[in-house]
């Protein structure tokens, strides 16, 4: 024999090598027309000067971020002042979709275990069970929360027929109510990768780990949670990103006291007379953080990927 096979090393032939171009075109063709162009349009925008009854003027200009981070008067002639309004709707809308990630975590890892430790045969129930509310559209079911919530909704009147309260409970247009409805809204998103990872887990460590006499909570921490952890992190990301581009939830359920930075980037683009410009700036912005968060956990998850290699 020769070459490789008398060595004993594997040869590997691309079969696809000379063709592996043209089959990624069209798959690199929809990434660049729905993906990047919309972003490309979008960045664009936000450097353009907003036209006093709506629309753009295409003249270049840095006016939609200052108008962002800096506040310089009502005729824009004053000393520029941090713009709080808009930092503080950020910083809301990282905690609502933090807070939302960790509920979802906190109901999903534990629904997701217990799917993954029934038979096979009924686990694709469960998985069924789990996705077919997500059938309907998000919006129907945002208002259908909207309705359960109310003052006079079905929740509050059954708490109120079983003495639990005397009196409703004010939930609409509070952040509990978009947590609420960010929880519900992104659940599944936790669950399913969650799931994946704790199907593949061998049960027989954790078997091991109690004969070496250590406890659940032991087994959970030092066992389990290490194993499942590309599941757990992919399940976060999954529901903090697009968590903190909502704006269904806090435009039915939080009202206007609790606005998010996806309902600030709506508004924008509402009607004609919207500031497109800003609205792209605040959309760009949003992009750029969720991108530093997704390279900070690539980051983490190859130096992880070194240390146990």
Not at 201 to 230: C, G, M, Q
Request: charged letters at 15%; hydrophobic letters at 55%; one cysteine or more.
């Amino acid at each position: 024999m020769a070459g490789g096979a008398a060595t004993g090393a594997s040869v590997t032939t691309d079969t696809y090598a000379e063709a592996r171009t043209w089959l990624l075109l069209p798959a690199w063709a929809v990434l660049g027309f729905f993906v990047l162009a919309p972003v490309g349009m979008m960045l664009v925008y936000s450097f353009l000067t907003k036209e006093f009854r709506g629309g753009v003027i295409w003249e270049f200009s840095l006016a939609a971020y200052d108008q962002f981070f800096f506040d310089r008067g009502l005729f824009g002639d004053e000393a520029p002042k941090i713009e709080w309004t808009y930092i503080n709707i950020f910083w809301r809308s990282i905690w609502q979709a933090g807070l939302a990630t960790v509920m979802s975590l906190l109901i999903g890892f534990p629904t997701a275990y217990f799917i993954a430790t029934r038979p096979e045969k009924v686990r694709p129930i469960w998985v069924f069970l789990i996705t077919i509310p997500y059938w309907v559209n998000l919006l129907i079911r945002t208002v259908s929360m909207k309705f359960l919530l109310r003052d006079n909704g079905p929740l509050n009147e059954f708490l109120m027929s079983v003495g639990v309260v005397s009196e409703p409970i004010h939930i609409i247009n509070t952040n509990f109510a978009v947590q609420l409805g960010l929880f519900y809204s992104y659940l599944p998103f936790m669950v399913l990768p969650v799931y994946a990872s704790v199907e593949r887990y061998n049960f027989t460590l954790s078997e091991a780990a109690a004969d070496l006499y250590a406890s659940k909570w032991t087994t959970l921490r030092r066992v389990l949670l290490p194993t499942v952890k590309p599941g757990v992190i992919a399940g976060c990301i999954l529901v903090f990103v697009p968590s903190l581009g909502s704006f269904l939830a806090p435009d039915l359920l939080g009202g206007a006291k609790n606005f998010m930075i996806g309902s600030l980037i709506e508004e924008q683009f509402k009607g004609s007379a919207g500031n497109w410009p800003f609205g792209a700036a605040a959309a760009m912005i949003l992009l750029s953080m969720v991108l530093v968060i997704l390279m900070v956990f690539a980051r983490q998850q190859a130096k992880s990927g070194k240390e146990a290699g």
